[in-house]
């Protein structure tokens, strides 16, 4: 009994072991998606006393699921490390996908250990860096909107990297690996899981919206091929996109094949030869807005590590000054994904530089490098959210010179589906709104409202019946507003719209000052008994010297007001000091005292009570008169109010014309 038992234990064991050698073969030539799946099944089997074969089992099974977006990458790591794998980058990779499932904290500790043992390591500084910055990242989004679109869509299939074909917009090329045939059945791929992808081009119709894709013809996606990730000229006749072939006997890599559009058909496509070596992979190309540049993604070396951007010259069907685009966007993560726009600005997916978890869209401008003009530095950024998220984010086209178009990510998807997700950025509006009135609140219905801005801008408005107007503005601009109506003083309003990052409405409500009419002066203030103006007095002088300035042809007389308190003669001298110590404000200010009159009249020209005033204080009735007599039928603290009423310095026009001939 013993024997047999000891019989079916190594019968156990072997198959165990046949089973790991076959999910080896699996991952040593790239099919991560079968190899994961046999590691996972075979895991549970192998004795807890062999930690070291656990711990390589687990690894490569976190291997193969993050390579898959696999939902239990973080959990086969953790049991990689929990068994003592003897390799650091455990702790590296086991960080990523901590990121990726959004524990930034526990990503963070894992990314520190891995630093101790090497830390000069750029992918594990930005992946820390990232960690302890998501929270404060997520708290400024971008101004970008993002909507998953259902017009490519199938369900169970990934669906990416759309490319819009040539300058036109109304026509687009994607990846899919939906099957081509309906109720057929297709072997799923043994690296990804799912069918192989093919291109699928879909076009819009007359009312603007997306027709049922169609799959390129046989000559493009070639059977037992991945297909995809296309790129086209500007004028939309040569196409270029990505096929990995694969032999029963070798991962023959990936290829840049390159195919003529003539008559409405695609030509038979042929390989791109850029380096002399053919077994190095190259993939995603992008061609620059002028058709004379190639960029593309290779693991060839001398690169920076994992897959690196790269850039040749077209040239006689074939390629030549082949570059790497340096540190500025290589990194020893994976940088893919390329997309050049119109306007010279490269846009790519990264994994090395610091982000949100998995791939990030980055955008890298470039420029002139100060010490050699020939060659071109890049300012990388990331696009921040909601372009980007804990998942992989990458295959990112634009709608012609829009701010919108099309990416690719697989958010929110348990099973690791790419959607192919809709952007747009709204444009940004200002505008300037308020209503034109008079010292009283009332509306003045007949103004007319002038605007003219630095960059030439002029506009001129009647306001409304209720004294609203309402303008449109440019970004970046100095205005200057003038209301004016007749019977009443201009005024003037400066605003500009600089630096400013989201949409704006200003509100400006503008206040004329009837022309003949005598106008109280707010906020003027002076000690009890004294003429010389307090320092809180300012901001009111400043409004009467705007109106002064706003109004080069007015001569004006100042008058001051006291109440009843206190003798006659008292007040009528102490009125005339405080209406000639703002005359003199106003002279040490430009104004010229040949436009300015000052006169006191003491406590013998009482307020009449105006509408306004009545609904500021309900004892008040308009109409009437603030004589000492009325205000002593009041009560005491009704009094104070009335004399403080009552004291106050006002302005009236004398004359329009002054200094006209």
Known sequence: MLLFLAF??????????????????????????????????????????????????????????????????????QNAIRNNHPDSIVFLYFAQALQR?????????????????????????????????????RETPTRYTVTRSRDFHVRRTSNFSPAFVGNSTDMMVFTSTRSVSRGARTRNNPITGMGNSSMFSVRKNAAGKWELPEMLPAEINKPNSENGVATFSPDGRTMYFTRAEKSPYSDMGAQIMVSQRAGGAWSEPRPLQIFEDST?????????????????????????????IWRARLADGGVKYIENLGPEI???????????????????????????????????????????????????????????????????????????????????????????????????????????????????????????GNDGTYARIQARRDGSYRLRLNPGVDYVM??????????????????????????????????????????????????????DSEPGLQVLLKLLNDNPNITIELSAHTDFVGSRSANQLLSERRAQSVVNYLVTQGISRT??????????????????????????????????????????????????????????????TYNLQ
């Open 330 to 452: 290589n990194t020893s993560g994976d940088e893919m994904f390329p997309m050049m726009r119109h306007d010279g600005i490269l846009f790519f997916s990264s994994n090395g530089h610091p982000g949100f978890g998995g791939l990030d869209i980055f955008r890298a401008t470039p420029i002139p490098d100060e010490e050699n003009e020939e060659k071109t530095r890049w300012v990388v950024e990331n696009m921040g959210v909601p372009i980007n998220s804990r998942w992989d984010d990458f295959g990112i086209t634009f709608a012609g010179t829009t701010e919108s178009g099309y990416f690719s990510s697989n958010r929110n998807e348990r099973q690791g589906f790419d959607m192919i997700w809709s952007f747009y950025l709204p444009e940004l509006t200002y505008f300037i709104e308020g209503r034109v009135l008079d010292d009283r609140n009332e509306i003045v219905s007949d103004a007319i409202v002038r605007m003219a």
């Open 101 to 137: 499932d959004g524990r930034h904290a526990d990503a963070a500790r894992n990314f520190e250990i891995f630093l101790e043992y090497d830390p000069e390591n750029i992918v594990a500084q930005n992946g820390l860096f990232s960690s302890q910055m998501i929270a404060e990242w």
């Open 280 to 308: 190095i992979t190259v993939a995603h190309p992008t061609i620059s807005s002028d058709g004379e540049m190639i960029y593309f993604v290779s693991d060839a070396p001398d690169g920076f590590g994992g897959k690196d």
């Open 595 to 656: 436009r300015l009159t000052s006169v006191g009249h003491g406590a013998e020209r009482p307020v009449v009570v105006s509408a306004d005033l009545a609904k500021q204080h309900n004892f008040l009735t308009e109409g009437d008169v603030l004589t000492e007599e009325l205000i002593r039928t009041f009560e005491p603290e009704q009094q104070q109010i009335a004399n403080q009423i009552n004291r106050r310095t006002e302005f009236r026009v004398l004359r329009t």
């Open 482 to 535: 003038m209301a004016s109506s007749r019977g009443h003083l201009n005024q003037s309003h400066n605003f500009n719209t600089q630096d400013l990052t989201d949409s704006k409405t200003f509100t400006f409500d503008f206040q004329l000052t009837p022309a003949f009419r005598p106008v109280a002066l707010d906020n003027i203030f002076f000690d009890f008994g004294r003429w010389d103006l307090r320092p």
């Open 8 to 77: 079916l234990i190594l019968l156990s064991a072997c198959g165990v072991n046949r089973r790991i050698s076959r999910a080896d073969r699996r991952f040593e030539t790239g099919e991560y998606h079968a190899a994961g799946e046999i590691y996972r099944s075979v895991y549970g089997r192998i004795s807890t006393n062999n930690q070291p074969l656990r711990a390589q089992v687990a690894f490569r099974q976190g291997v193969s699921f993050q390579r898959t977006n696999h939902p239990r990458t973080a959990f086969a790591f």
